[in-house]
C-alpha cells in the first residue's frame, strides 16, 4: 500500500513528487516524464514565461532553471525566451535530481475502495495507494469548436498535436485561434513556405509588450511588480496568492478563470506573424465540411456578414477546457461522485483535494480554483507544498518540523484542514 500515488509526470507532478519524497512518504510516480512538451509541440517553439518563473518545485529550491542552464553553460535571462525542447530537458534533469525513479508506464485507471485507491497500469497491473494525486496536464482537455468535430484528423488537428509541423509544407492551411499557440504555430508554418492564416474571433490580436526590466526604480516596481505571470498588481495577486485567491466568492473565481490572461501572443513572435501571415480578426467558424482538395469553412464577422473560404488543413489552437467529464482516467463511479463547480470542473479544498476524500488535483483543472496561475508552470510552486501538505492530513500524519506551505499576505505556516468549498 503505497500513501501517494502520483498520475502524470510533467512540472506539477514531479513537483509534487519531489515534495512528497522529501517529506518521506511511500510514493509512486506514474508517466511519461515530460511527455507533453516532448511529444505535442512542434520544434521552434518558445516557452512564454520568463525564465525566473519558469522552475520546477523541490523542498529546498536546489534544482531550478537557472541551475540547469549553469550546469549545461546556458544562459537564462529575463526577456529572453527559452526554447520548449530545452525546457522539457530541464524538465528531465530536475526528475533525475530531485524525484524517486519514475514508472514511465502510464496510469489507465484510477478507482476507489474501502481502504483508498486501485491504480491500474496499462500493462494491467494493479496497485494500492491511500491517496492519489492527478497531475495529468492539458492534453485530456483538448477543446475543439463544435462546428470542427467529426472531421477526419487528416483534415482538422488541434495544435497539441504535432510535435512538427513538416507535413504541411507547400500546403495550404488555416489556423484557429488568436493565443500564443495559434500566433507561433502560424509563425512556424510560415517560416518553412506553408501557405497560412489565422483566423480569430477577437476583433484584433492582443499582443504582450517587453516585461520592464528587472533591476528598475522602486516606484516602478511598487506601481506594475513583476509576477510569475506577468508584471502588475493584479497579475502579481493571481501568481503569488493563489491561496487568497480561493477565498474569493466563487462567481468572482468563475469570472476570473474565465477571463483573465485572455488570448495574447509574445512580443518576440509579433513580426514573424504580422509581416507573414494572412489575419482574419472578428471571425467565427460557423459550419465545416470535408471538399474535394480539403476542407470548407463557413465564417461569419462581427457584423453578421457569411463569408466562406477553402483550405487543405485547419489547425485549431482553441486551448483546453478543463472538466471533470474529461477525466477518463478515473473510473465512470469515482468521476461521476465528484462535486463541481458551475464551469464543469472539480471543487477542491485548501489543500487541493477534491470532494472525494484522498483524490488530490493539480494543474489546469484546479484554475477555476485557486486562479489563472494554475494554467502556467509557475503555479507548481505553490501547488506541490500545499498539495502534500493536504495528504500529510489525510493521512494523519504530523507535519515535519520546519514543513510549512505559502499562506496569503506572506511567510509560512502549516496548513489546517478545510472543507471543499464552491
Known sequence: MYDLVVVGAGPYGLSIASHAAAAGLRLRVFGRPMASWRDHMPGGM?????PWASNLSDPGGHWGLAAYCEERGLTARHAEPIPV?????????????????????????????????????????????????LAVG?????????????????????????????QFRGKDVTVIGGGQAAL????????????????????????????????????????????????????WFYAERP?????????????????????????WVRERVEHAVEVLPGHRVTAACAVSGGVRLDTMNGAGTAGALETEHVIAATGFRAQRERLGV??????????????????????????????????LV??????????????????????????????GATPLRG???????????????????G
Open 85 to 133: 525542447a530545452e525546457f522539457a530537458s530541464y524538465g528531465l534533469w530536475f526528475a533525475r535530481h530531485a524525484v524517486p525513479d519514475v514508472d514511465e508506464r502510464m496510469a489507465t485507471r484510477v478507482s476507489s475502495g474501502p481502504h483508498g485507491f486501485t491504480v491500474v497500469t496499462a500493462d494491467g497491473e494493479a496497485l494500492q495507494a491511500r491517496t492519489v494525486a
Open 403 to 421: 514543513s510549512t506551505v505559502p499562506v496569503p499576505g506572506g511567510g509560512s505556516r502549516a496548513d489546517s484542514p478545510a472543507p471543499v468549498s
Open 366 to 395: 484546479t484554475a477555476s480554483g485557486f486562479g489563472p496561475a494554475m494554467r502556467f508552470v509557475h503555479g507548481a510552486t505553490f501547488t506541490a507544498p500545499a498539495l502534500v501538505q493536504g495528504v500529510r492530513r489525510r493521512l
Open 46 to 50: 518558445f516557452l512564454k514565461s520568463e
Open 184 to 235: 507561433e504555430t502560424a509563425a512556424l508554418l510560415a517560416e518553412q513556405g506553408t501557405r497560412v492564416r489565422v483566423l480569430a474571433r477577437a476583433e484584433r490580436l492582443v499582443w504582450n509588450d517587453v516585461p520592464p526590466p528587472l533591476e528598475r526604480p522602486w516606484w516602478q516596481s511598487v506601481r506594475s511588480p513583476h509576477s510569475g505571470i506577468g508584471p502588475g498588481w493584479r497579475n
Open 138 to 166: 492539458v492534453m485530456p482537455f483538448i477543446e475543439v469548436p463544435s462546428a470542427l468535430r467529426g472531421l477526419h484528423p487528416s483534415l482538422v488537428t488541434h495544435s497539441s498535436h504535432h510535435n512538427g509541423l513538416d
Open 243 to 267: 491561496g487568497l485567491f480561493r477565498r474569493l466568492p466563487q462567481p468572482t473565481r468563475a469570472r476570473i478563470a474565465a477571463t483573465a490572461l485572455g488570448p495574447a501572443g509574445a512580443w
Open 330 to 363: 478515473l473510473s465512470a463511479e469515482l468521476r461521476g461522485a465528484l462535486a463541481v463547480l458551475p464551469d464543469g470542473s472539480p471543487a477542491t479544498g485548501r489543500g487541493f483535494e477534491s470532494s472525494h476524500p484522498g483524490l488530490f488535483l493539480a494543474g
